[in-house]
Every structure is written in C-alpha cells, then in structure tokens.
C-alpha cells in the first residue's frame, strides 16, 4: 500500500514537471507547431478538391494495351483482346483498324492471336482493385 501511493506520487511528480516544461515553452512555438501540422492537411485536401474535376476516367493511349489484359479476364473470361481494341478510342484505332472496322492483318501473330505488346504488369496491378468491383456489379 505504501509503496502504490509512493509510485503514485512519482506519477504525479512526472506529470507536474511535464506540464510546468510544456508551460515554459513559448506560445508562439506551440502555435506554429499546430499550425504546420493542420494546414498542410488542409492544403492537400483542397488541392486533391480542386484538382477533381481534372480526372479523366476514359482509358486511351497504350492505356488501352495495358487495360487489354485485365478486360479481358474479367469481362470476355479471354485472352483475345478484338473487342478491347475495337472499343478504343479513335487516336488508339485509327492505326489498328483497316477501311472495313477489321483489324489489320500486320497486328496477328503467326499463331493468329492478337498481337498486345503492351506489358501485363499494370493490369497486374489493378487486378485486386478491379477484381472486387466487378464481381460486386
């Protein structure tokens, strides 16, 4: 019992001794420590705001190779990606496709398989994103 309230009074002490040093120290200090922490959060959170409008959610560009992949997998449950790249935008099929809406014959593989050059890391990458969304839709 007497040696609770001597561990206690240690307590105590330490306390006191942290607040009177936290009451020494400048107000201007303690100010700008707060300040830092809390506007630089604020900072972020109104430029990711601003910049919300800025998002793009179409897939264009070599986006539509490395999209290929994972398409595929989820949508077609293949590997052939005619319909992703017939589905791209025009900057990304006016190379591919020929007069009639066909892929040009340059773009197959000797094996007949849709020659996709683009690398399957990214779709690698967004797979656990994307995997949950759509089996959700």
């Known amino acids: ?26 107000a201007r200090i303690v100010a700008r420590e707060r300040v830092r922490g809390f506007s630089g959060y604020k900072v972020l959170m109104l430029v990711f ?17 490395y999209y290929a992949y994972i398409h595929s997998l989820l949508i077609d449950h ?8 017939r589905g791209a935008n025009q900057s990304f099929i006016e190379f591919k496709l020929g007069q009639n809406g066909e892929i040009k014959p340059m773009f197959y593989t000797s094996t007949g398989h849709l020659d996709n050059h683009f690398s399957v890391g990214p ?10 969304v759509h089996v959700a839709m």
């Open 78 to 85: 293949n590997l052939s990606f005619e319909n992703e790249w």
């Open 123 to 132: 779709s690698m990458l967004w797979a656990p994103l994307l995997a949950p």
């Open 49 to 65: 705001v601003l910049t919300l409008p800025l998002v793009n959610p179409w897939v264009r560009g070599d986006g539509v190779g």
């Open 1 to 26: 019992m007497a040696q609770a309230k001597l561990i206690d009074a240690e307590k105590a002490r330490s306390q006191s001794m942290a607040s009177a040093l936290s009451a020494a120290r400048p």
